[in-house]
C-alpha cells in the first residue's frame, strides 16, 4: 500500500533555480493538499485542489504554483526559488465523500534547502 | 478561523496514560476537531476525530468538553513509540472551496520516559 509518495525525499537548489515536487496518491482521491512545515511550526496551506483540473490557493500561496493534470498526481512548483523556501513540504489526500469527517493522509514530505 | 492551544510539551512514563489538552475556545458548531502526530521525519498520521461525542479507536480515545470549547486526547498506556508532536486540528466546513481545510497549531511534543 503505497498511499502518498512524494518525489524527490531530498533536494538542495540555488536560488533563482526552479524545481517541480511530485504528490502522487493510489487512493484514487479527490481532494489533494500542499503543505510547508518551517522548523518548530505546525503545517500551512499552500494550494490544494478538489479535483482534476482545478486548483485554489491556501494560506501562503506566493511563490508557488500547482497543477492537477491527473487525478492521481498534484504537482507544485517553485518558479524562481528564494531561501525563505527553505522547508519541508508535504502533500496530503482525502476522499470527497463525507464531511469533515475523512481524514487526510500525508506523505512523508520533500525536505528542500534553497542556498 | 478558530484556533486551538496545546502546551508545547508534556512528559509521560512508559506503560502510564497521557492526556493530552487542547483549547478551542472559537470553535464553531460544525468545526470537527481532528488529532494528528507526526514522528520524526514523518508525514503527519491520524490519530482520532470527533464532533461532539467522545470517540474511542484502537489508538486513542477523544474526550469532548460538553460546551466544545477543549478537548483531551487520551492514549491509554503510553509506548516509546508513542514519543511524537501531536496536533489538534479543527476542520471548519467549506464556504467557498468546496474542501475541509486543517488548521494546524504548533502542536505537543510527547516525551516518553523508559
Known amino acids: 500500500n503505497a498511499g502518498v509518495t512524494q518525489t524527490p525525499k531530498f533536494r538542495v537548489l540555488k536560488t533563482g533555480q526552479s524545481m517541480t515536487l511530485l504528490c502522487a496518491q493510489d487512493?484514487?482521491?479527490?481532494?489533494m493538499y500542499w503543505y510547508r512545515q518551517d522548523p518548530g511550526m505546525g503545517l500551512r496551506l499552500i494550494h490544494y485542489?478538489?479535483?482534476?483540473?482545478?486548483?485554489a490557493k491556501g494560506e501562503v500561496p506566493d511563490g508557488y504554483n500547482v497543477s492537477r493534470l491527473k487525478k492521481q498526481n498534484f504537482l507544485l512548483g517553485l518558479e524562481s526559488a528564494a531561501p525563505s523556501q527553505t522547508s519541508v513540504y508535504f502533500c496530503?489526500?482525502?476522499?470527497?465523500?463525507?464531511?469533515?469527517?475523512?481524514?487526510?493522509?500525508f506523505g512523508d514530505g520533500t525536505r528542500l534547502s534553497i542556498l | 478561523d478558530a484556533k486551538t492551544t496545546q502546551p508545547n510539551s508534556m512528559e509521560s512514563n512508559e506503560e502510564e496514560p497521557v492526556h493530552l489538552p487542547c483549547n478551542h475556545s472559537?470553535?464553531?458548531?460544525?468545526?470537527?476537531i481532528h488529532w494528528y502526530r507526526q514522528l520524526p521525519s514523518q508525514g503527519p498520521e491520524y490519530v482520532i476525530h470527533?464532533?461532539?461525542s467522545n470517540v474511542n479507536n484502537r489508538m486513542a480515545s477523544l474526550a469532548i468538553a460538553e460546551d466544545r470549547k477543549s478537548s483531551t486526547l487520551i492514549l491509554h498506556r503510553a509506548t516509546l513509540r508513542d514519543a511524537a508532536v501531536y496536533y489538534c486540528?479543527?476542520?471548519?466546513?467549506?464556504?467557498?472551496?468546496?474542501?475541509?481545510?486543517?488548521?494546524f497549531g504548533t502542536g505537543t511534543r510527547l516525551k516518553v520516559l523508559a
Open positions: 496530503a489526500s482525502r476522499n470527497a465523500r463525507g464531511a469533515g469527517n475523512q481524514p487526510q493522509h
Open positions: 487512493m484514487n482521491h479527490e481532494y
Open positions: 485542489s478538489v479535483g482534476e483540473g482545478t486548483t
Open positions: 472559537t470553535i464553531s458548531g460544525t468545526d470537527y
Open positions: 470527533g464532533l461532539t
Open positions: 486540528i479543527l476542520s471548519p466546513p467549506p464556504q467557498y472551496s468546496g474542501t475541509y481545510k486543517y488548521i
